[in-house]
């Protein structure tokens, strides 16, 4: 028998695919009314253990306890009953339907006659969303909605059913800033109301805007559970990796040589013109909180036209602008939205990798050496997969980044635009995206990247240039030249130059 406090208890948890074992006796308890944060790396056994739980999965050994029972989660409809409810990335919504319908569905009320209640079903929908304190059209059609309203019908599709325990995988990797923190305000209010959350994410800082606890698996094993007042982010991450944060990031002794970039670009709405340029080797950031414009002139640089600043490349002007014209000039971007921008989803990882080379060498390009470049990129960046037929789309969310990244490197470029470089995966392999950075301004080449992750930036950066209402206000020369806390204040406009 658990604790009256305790509301999940899930005991000596195991599981094996095959010879590898992915759960090794895993224990994980959360309390009533709690935001618990399950944070791990891509592996590390989070997405089999809540399948276990929500009955997608079945264990080979080990006990759930909930609200004190011992129980069988046998299906997810044993889960439903129960009052577990998890929400997938994709919602799980049927977008030719409306609001109201999706709500209800498989829970639909009926007049006698078997004639459905619509207008109490309206009803009832409308005083949830009322609830949560969100604006929806109960009639629109799912399809016709975004991604943070959709996000809201399948929370209240869970409370519906009575949620006790709430499981969120990735909820705000589709939202911005503004809808983050909505979200994160439901939340709070549900665990005010004795919802537990279960928050999965690979966004570190989010977990200390909403969660009270977090619990680190790593291997296959809960490694610690804390709660989130006694940790940092460093100390997360270090857990999540296995060793400590200062190896995440590759030590660089950098001797910066001659300059091969330089862009200056002026917008009527601000004050001051950007400019700035990168030397061979450097890595330099352009840091600041959402909305103050620096991916707007990473994005400038690669996609705007002759009329958006001034860009010289070897001290040779290109004139005309374009990402063709841009890519034969040795300057090549990487999207923040890998499944938009970065790769063709549905064409298979070798034909991803060589894409760039048959498009910008103009030749015809014979199946051997397809085969050998795509090889050699994938032994380079150290992609898992089944084999370079496969789909993009069946790869890890890390695998998939380094397809997006080394789908570059048979063009040799000479400048490489990165925006949002680790967004959506785990540490180990963040760690390796970085090691492959670093090896390549190694090899001179220039890097300009955009991150939101603040450790990432420092990290990283041999130069952070601060933007601040679009203008840079404040640069910081040399790895470890600035502290979280003065760029923070120096992105907030507090810190002046």
């Not at 309390?31 to 276990?52: D, F, H, Q, W, Y």
Request: include cysteine; hydrophobic fraction near 45%.
């Amino acid at each position: 028998m658990v604790n009256s406090s305790t509301l999940l208890d899930m005991k000596k948890i195991r599981k094996s695919f095959s010879n590898n074992l992915v759960l090794n006796d895993v224990n994980f308890s959360c309390r009533n009314g709690e935001i618990r944060a399950l944070v791990g790396s891509n592996g590390a056994g989070k997405s089999t253990l809540l399948k276990i739980l929500i009955g997608a999965l079945s264990a080979d050994g080990g006990e759930i306890f909930f609200n004190s029972n011992h129980v069988k989660i046998n299906s997810v409809n044993d889960a439903r009953e129960l009052g577990i409810a998890m929400i997938f990335q994709d919602f799980n919504l049927f977008p030719y339907h409306r609001v109201y319908e999706n709500v209800y569905i498989g829970r639909e009320l009926h007049k006698k006659g078997g004639i459905l209640a619509v207008s109490q079903m309206r009803d009832g929908v409308a005083d949830l969303l009322k609830k949560m304190d969100v604006q929806i059209d109960i009639d629109a059609y799912v399809r016709n909605l975004n991604l943070a309203e959709q996000q809201m019908v399948a929370i209240a599709k869970a409370l519906l059913g009575q949620a006790k325990l709430l499981i969120m995988d990735e909820p705000t990797a589709p939202l911005s800033t503004k809808e983050a923190l909505h979200l994160f305000n439901i939340l709070k209010d549900l665990k005010n109301h004795g919802v537990t959350v279960i928050l999965v994410t690979h966004r570190i800082s989010e977990i200390f805007q909403v969660a009270d606890v977090v619990s680190v698996m790593r291997d296959g094993k809960i490694v610690e559970t804390l709660p989130i007042s006694e940790v940092n982010e460093s100390m997360v991450a270090s857990l999540m990796a296995g060793r400590s944060i200062d190896a995440i990031f590759p030590e660089r002794k950098i001797s910066p040589g001659k300059k091969i970039f330089s862009y200056s670009y002026r917008d009527e709405k601000i004050k001051e013109p950007v400019e700035f340029a990168i030397r061979e080797g450097e890595t330099v950031s352009l840091f600041g909180l959402e909305g103050q414009g620096q991916r707007k002139i990473l994005r400038s640089i690669f996609m705007g036209s002759h009329k958006d600043g001034a860009l010289l490349i070897h001290d040779k002007s290109i004139e005309r602008r374009n990402p063709k014209i841009l890519i034969r000039s040795g300057v090549v971007f990487i999207s923040d939205d890998r499944v938009g921008e970065g790769l063709t989803f549905n064409l298979p990882i070798l034909q991803n990798l060589i894409m760039p080379y048959v498009e910008h060498r103009m030749g015809v390009i014979i199946k051997r050496k397809a085969k050998v470049i795509s090889n050699d990129i994938i032994k380079q960046l150290n992609i898992v997969l089944r084999s370079p037929l496969q789909k993009v789309s069946m790869l890890s969310g890390g695998n998939q980044q380094k397809v997006a990244l080394g789908k570059w490197l048979s063009l040799k470029p000479r400048i490489m635009l990165l925006d949002e470089p680790t967004k959506g995966i785990d540490v180990n392999t963040k760690s390796q995206i970085y090691d492959l950075i670093a090896e390549l301004a190694d090899r001179g080449m220039g890097v300009l990247m955009v991150s939101s992750d603040i450790i990432e930036t420092i990290g990283m950066s041999d130069r952070i240039l601060v933007v601040y209402k679009g203008m840079i206000v404040r640069e910081f020369v040399g790895k470890g030249s600035v502290s979280e806390e003065e760029l923070l204040k120096a992105a907030m406009g507090i810190l002046e130059n």
